[in-house]
């Protein structure tokens, strides 16, 4: 049996370079849906963990305060967009002093710039840095972990102190192999000394957000003077049971504070973090529906062409199959050299196929700054669906060379 599978091997790996051209352009095809297939699905894969970094610093139980509520609505050519105002300082300063919900607290923030150049003693940084300005509650409430060092303190809101805490990335930039707590920053000329170091979070979308210093909110204003600033207020619930009662302070409490009248709708959204993790959810499967989609018809189209190839073959070689079959050669024999070759073809396009499928996906991670995953399950569905398409190709042309008649098949010219 194993002779007679090594025999059929051989015949089919003669078979496929005496029709090389034609084989080639076989499994080409047959690679680009299985490129299709890997490299779409190796992408998402890239994006879910570029998506899932974006909003793993949404803290739990919290909900944020901002200029425009969460929904994605189709706006008709002459339909009029609604602008709400910006969140203003003084609106979420008189948010932060009027808050009194229990087991609650507020986080204030504003991104100074996301082009900023920080010095140290002897180096500096490229002109990427985000400096954010924020309050005491802020690293906890976007749920950011302190590495090394400490946060905030009210001490150093209240007092404006010169303090900053650093992202991971930062200690690389600046104090490579040196302890950056206690190190002193400078950004426009403000010095800052370094009280917290960032847990790493990665990248988004090509933003480095460990590229990044949090400085005292007023001190943060006083640096950088932008008119019509926007700031982010978030509200962080320590006990899932008292969110919606916090929900529903919190609206009521900025539509005080906006002046807004009973009948009047709000200018300001109320979003929760699992609301964005679900559209994040929501965005993954879209995206993984969508590349099976496009693969499946890629495949489909190869596995049609591979068929044909493979009834061309038969046809071709009507005469072999007829003196193989005078010399004794059973229709099974005939039919698995068949598929055999069927098979072979099959697995060059799909490895062929893998290996640039892998290449995109590298090349999707390596832009978006992510750690590159090797896809297994991506391979796995890759080599499970080949094996289908030689499967659903091979037959028919199995089945029709084993059926020749023998005499007609030696006439064939």
């Not at 991104?111 to 010095?119: F, G, I, L, N, R």
């Not at 929501?282 to 049609?304: D, H, P, R």
Request: glycine content about 8%; hydrophobic content about 45%; aromatic content about 8%.
């Amino acid at each position: 049996m194993a002779g007679l599978l090594r025999q059929n091997i051989n015949i089919a790996q003669q078979s496929i370079k005496g029709q090389f051209l034609r084989t080639a352009l076989t499994v080409i095809i047959i690679a680009i849906g299985i490129t299709a297939l890997v490299g779409i699905l190796s992408s998402v894969r890239a994006l879910e963990s570029t998506i899932g970094g974006g909003f793993s610093g949404i803290g739990a139980n919290t909900f944020s305060m901002q200029r425009y509520p969460f929904t994605m609505q189709r706006r008709g050519g002459g339909e009029r967009v609604k602008v709400n105002p910006i969140i203003s300082y003084r609106e979420v300063k008189d948010f932060e002093n009027q808050w009194d919900y229990p087991f609650s607290q507020v986080g204030v923030s504003f991104q100074a710039t996301s082009q900023a150049e920080v010095k140290s003693e002897d180096r500096k940084t490229k002109p990427k840095v985000i400096i954010s300005g924020v309050n005491a509650n802020y690293v906890e409430n976007a749920g950011l972990t302190i590495n090394e060092g400490r946060g905030f303190s009210s001490f150093d809101i209240k007092n404006n102190a010169r303090v900053c805490i650093i992202g991971s990335d930062m200690e690389d930039e600046l104090f490579q192999g040196l302890n950056p707590i206690g190190q002193v920053l400078s950004i426009r000329g403000n010095k800052f000394t370094v009280v917290g170091l960032l847990e790493e979070k990665g990248s988004t979308f090509g933003n480095n957000i460990d590229l990044r210093v949090l400085i005292p909110i007023d001190v943060a204003r006083s640096i950088y003077t932008s008119p019509n600033i926007n700031y982010d207020l978030s509200v962080k619930v320590k006990d899932d049971q008292f969110m919606e009662g916090a929900k529903d302070r919190a609206v009521v409490l900025f539509r005080n504070i906006r002046g807004l009248a009973p009948v009047e709708e709000n200018n300001f959204g109320v979003i929760q973090s699992d609301q964005l993790l679900g559209a994040a959810n929501e965005i993954k499967v879209a995206l993984y529906a969508a590349g099976f989609i496009i693969s499946i018809i890629t495949i489909f189209g190869s596995s049609i062409a591979l068929m044909n190839i493979m009834l061309v073959s038969v046809t071709e070689r009507t005469r072999e199959i007829g003196v193989r079959k005078a010399l004794g050669a059973k229709r099974s024999t005939i039919s698995w050299q068949f598929f055999i070759e069927t098979m072979l073809i099959s697995q060059y396009g799909s490895i062929l196929g893998i290996l640039f499928g892998i290449l995109i996906g590298y090349a999707v991670s390596n832009y978006l700054e992510v750690e590159f995953l090797m896809p297994w399950t991506p391979v796995i569905w890759a080599t499970i669906i080949s094996i289908i398409i030689a499967i659903f190709s091979g037959v028919i042309p199995a089945i029709k060379a084993a059926r020749l008649d023998p005499i007609e098949a030696l006439r064939h010219e």
